[in-house]
Nanobody, 124 residues
Framework: QVQLVESGGGLVQAGGSVRLSCAASGRTLRSYVVGWFRQAPGKEREFVAAINWSGGSTYYADSVKGRFTISRDNAKNTVYLQMNSLKPEDTAVYAC?????????????????WGQGTQVTVSS
């Protein structure tokens, strides 16, 4: 199994930047797609970004495209989400997830392993 732990969340001002990390243990993330999702209070879990094992394929939700960047360091078994130009509407719990597939996927049900999430709060 894969165990995922997110870190890097906190309070940031609008227009600022943070970088989230998703550290995996239990097994290598080789051959796994890793995605980031977020959930705000009273709302459904929302896809944010995903990346394949090689890092050559990425996909972003329209709401974050151009502002967020997903990357991975397979030597460290870690995936990152760089979040720039943050807006108050980006406030949510951010969780990473892993799926055993070769292509990027956006559906929640496709993912097998989930982290507990980290809170990101963007103040106006």
């Amino acid at each position: 199994q894969v165990q995922l732990v997110e870190s890097g969340g906190g309070l940031v001002q609008a227009g600022g930047s943070v970088r989230l990390s998703c550290a995996a243990s239990g097994r290598t993330l080789r051959s796994y797609v890793v995605g980031w999702f977020r959930q705000a209070p009273g709302k459904e879990r929302e896809f944010v970004a995903a990346i394949n094992w090689s890092g050559g394929s990425t996909y972003y939700a329209d709401s974050v495209k151009g502002r967020f960047t997903i990357s991975r360091d397979n030597a460290k078994n870690t995936v990152y989400l760089q979040m720039n130009s943050l807006k108050p509407e980006d406030t949510a719990v951010y969780a990473c997830a892993a799926a055993r597939t070769n292509g990027v996927i956006t559906a929640v049900y496709e993912y097998d392993y989930w982290g507990q999430g980290t809170q990101v709060t963007v103040s106006s």
